[in-house]
C-alpha cells in the first residue's frame, strides 16, 4: 500500500511539476520541443540528480519510462491552444498557477526523495538532504534553461520548506506515524510551508 501511495505521489508530482516547466517555457515563448524539453527537465531534473548522488544508476526515470511519458505528455497538453487560453499564461494566474504547481510539487517530490532515500539505507540526515534536491533542483533546472535566477537563490522560502518536510517526516516516524498518513503530513507541511510564506512575504 505504502509503494503505491509513494507510486502515485512520484506520478502525479511529475505531472505537476512538468506542468510548471511547460508553462515556463510558455511565458518565455519557446515552441512545442522547448515547452517539452523544458517541462521534463522540470519533472524528472531531481530525482535524476538525487539518483545520481546516491549512487543509483542508470537513474530510474531511464529504467522506467512512465515518468517521462507522463511530463512529456502534460507539457504537451499545456502546449495546447485551448490550454494555453485557459490558463491565461499574460495574465496575473499565471503566477497564481505556478506558485500552486510548484508548492504541491515540492511537498510530493520532497516526500518521494526522503523514502527513497531511506530505502535505499541512508539515515534521516541523508534523507533530509536528498529530500530537499529532489523537490528543488528541478525548479532550479527550469529557471536556468529560462535564464532566470532560481527561486532558492531569491530572498524566497523555498529549499527550506523542503528541509522543514524532511524534518517533519523525521519527527513523524519518532510518534509514530507511518505510510500514507505519513506521506500526506509531510507533503501538506511543505505546501502550507510555501503557501504561507509567499502570501504573507517571508524571507
Not at 511529475?14 to 524539453?37: E, N, P
Not at 510530493?108 to 534523507?127: D, I, S
Not at 535566477?149 to 517526516?169: M, Q, T, W
Request: with cysteine; proline share 3%.
Amino acid at each position: 500500500m505504502t509503494d503505491t501511495v509513494l507510486f502515485i505521489l512520484e506520478i502525479v508530482g511529475t505531472a505537476v511539476f512538468a506542468a510548471s516547466g511547460a508553462l515556463a517555457g510558455l511565458q518565455r515563448q519557446l515552441d512545442a520541443f522547448g515547452v517539452v524539453i523544458l517541462g521534463v527537465c522540470t519533472a524528472c531534473g531531481g530525482g535524476v540528480i538525487r539518483d545520481l548522488t546516491l549512487g543509483i544508476t542508470p537513474p530510474v526515470m531511464f529504467c522506467q519510462p512512465a515518468y517521462a511519458l507522463v511530463a512529456m505528455g502534460v507539457s504537451a497538453l499545456v502546449f495546447l491552444p485551448a490550454v494555453r487560453h485557459l490558463l491565461a499564461v499574460e495574465s496575473r494566474a499565471y503566477e497564481l498557477v505556478m506558485l500552486w504547481l510548484d508548492s504541491i510539487g515540492l511537498g510530493l517530490f520532497t516526500v518521494v526523495g526522503v523514502e527513497k532515500t531511506l530505502g535505499a539505507g541512508f539515515p534521516l540526515w541523508v534523507a533530509v538532504i536528498m529530500g530537499t534536491i529532489t523537490g528543488a533542483a528541478g525548479g532550479v533546472l527550469r529557471d536556468i534553461l529560462i535564464n532566470e535566477e532560481p527561486l532558492i537563490f531569491r530572498k524566497e522560502i523555498y529549499a527550506l520548506a523542503c528541509v522543514f518536510g524532511g524534518l517533519v517526516y523525521g519527527g513523524g516516524l519518532a510518534a509514530g506515524l507511518s505510510g500514507a498518513t505519513l506521506q500526506i503530513v509531510t507533503a501538506l507541511s511543505v505546501i502550507a510551508v510555501r503557501i504561507v510564506a509567499v502570501r504573507f512575504g517571508l524571507r
